[in-house]
């Protein structure tokens, strides 16, 4: 049963914060998101912000800010090198995750890049129980190649599994046997899974692969970037850890790991990165590759307003009722369009809703990117920006070869603390309406292909005038101007 404090009436989730400082918002008519859409290439990511009524494209760096958190900026000691402002983020991440070292970096992919670096040479093995784009683009980039073991339930979108976020343990075991400890430098586990609907691991699952790694001395690096989202749904599915504080879940998480890392542009609500861990000469290995790349040690790349933004955001994400309101909000997009019909992943995970493509379009093929054309036809519908997650997001093989992703979502991310209850109702409504005509939506081809990430640049074209029709229909549905 839901918390009653954090709702009212039917499930709705309530606010546990107050706004005192908004920003505007314009809702263009359709001629013009449409307009729009086809100049940014039907890609949301090349879209401009000034177009987009509600920006629900991620989470990243887009959460709203505590007012404790804002005030913090104001204190900052800019200094290049042994700057008051790192100490305190330091101290603060030694209370969290009580690893002794901490290296910074400017955001998430920054340690992916240093951690693969450092671990990953020709012929290296990375078992996950899932990829994220960055990080599987840093291990392949330095010769290694990835290994998702991710339980069965964790790909089925329809499954109600609580943690499908799970590795599956036995086939980590039959990996390690299979190629020797030596091929394999460690073992990635990311929290609050992201590319399969923000689903969380459990503590139980994490002390496995703890045991098994190190009884076979590999090491466990954690993705902590979803790691918010994943301790609170520990704390509400795991029945062991329902009377654990979001403190103790932490601990006990960070003990099963050698190192962690994390976006702080999602962690902590604030922009940056970096890295925790206790063994000293790992961190002098890594230590070294933080001035080239980085900045200096006490900064990493990121502004000191920004580090004392993240430590009071470090200290709020222990607070359970600061923490709750992405899952809880989450859940109820979710659970209220999944009782609209609307296909969508469940059970409702972090992050955001992701509305599952295939099913929503079940007449486009997979080679026309139905995730990509319900993203573009969602925002010419209602100008809420989603975000592509299936094969556009995924690289060619080496031959040239379209590797299709597992999944083709729409991820309609949630900021944390962003949007209000009755805009989360609009755009469920124009999903909706979206769905009750999904046939006027067609599909997608590039028309500009980049190699490496070529969802962040790429550009499409619709395969027939689709998008007329579609804005033609809605026109006449809404009285909304062409
Ligand atoms: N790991 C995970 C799980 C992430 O979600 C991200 C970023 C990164 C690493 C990379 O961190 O952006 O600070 O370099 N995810 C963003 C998203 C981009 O929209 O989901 P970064």
Known sequence: MPDVKFFYGDNLPLEMHKARIVQKLELK?????????????????????????????????????????????????????????????????????????????????????????????????????????????????????????????????????????????????????????????????????????????????????????????????????LLADNLYLIKRREAACAEMTIEEITRAVAEECDIIYFSARKLGCARGGGMCLDDGDLYLKMRELIPLYEGFLTYGGMSVREMEALTVGLEETMDEDMI?????????????????????????????????????????????????????????????????????????????SENPAHMELLRLALPRRVFTVSQLGYVMDRLQWLFDNRDLVGGLRFVEEPEILRFFFGKLEPVSDWPERLAAKYSEDFRDSL
């Open 29 to 225: 008519p359709i001629g013009q998101r449409a307009q729009a859409m086809a100049g940014a290439g039907y890609n949301t990511f090349l879209l401009n912000n000034s177009d987009v009524f509600i920006d629900m494209l991620t989470d990243s760096g887009t959460n709203a800010m505590s007012d404790r958190q804002q005030a913090a900026m104001m204190w900052a000691d800019d200094a290049y090198a042994g700057s008051e402002t790192f100490v305190r983020l330091e101290k603060m991440l030694k209370r969290v995750f009580g690893k002794s070292y901490f290296l910074p970096a400017h955001q998430g992919r920054a340690c992916e890049s240093i951690i693969s670096q450092v671990f990953v040479e020709e012929g290296s093995v990375v078992p996950m129980n899932y990829h994220f784009t960055t990080s599987k683009a840093h291990i392949v980039l330095n010769g290694g190649r990835i290994e998702e073991l991710l339980i069965e339930e964790g790909l089925d979108v329809e499954s109600e599994h609580p943690f499908k976020g799970n590795m599956d343990v036995q086939k980590l075991e039959s990996l390690i046997c299979e190629l020797g400890a030596d091929r394999i430098p460690f073992v990635r586990l990311e929290a609050g899974t992201n590319l399969i609907g923000g689903q969380p691991f459990s503590l139980e699952n994490l002390r496995a692969v703890g045991r098994l790694c190190r009884a076979h001395g590999i090491l466990i690096v954690m993705d902590a970037s």
């Open 324 to 400: 709750g309101q992405g899952p809880e909000f989450t859940a109820y997009m979710v659970d209220a369009l999944k009782d609209r019909g609307v296909p969508v992943v469940v059970p409702a995970g972090g992050l955001g809703c992701h509305v599952d493509a295939r099913r929503f379009l079940d007449h486009i093929p997979q080679e026309e990117s139905p995730a990509g054309a319900l993203a573009a036809a969602f925002f010419i519908v209602s100008g809420v920006r989603g975000m592509e997650r299936g094969t556009m997001s995924e690289q060619r093989d080496a031959d040239g």
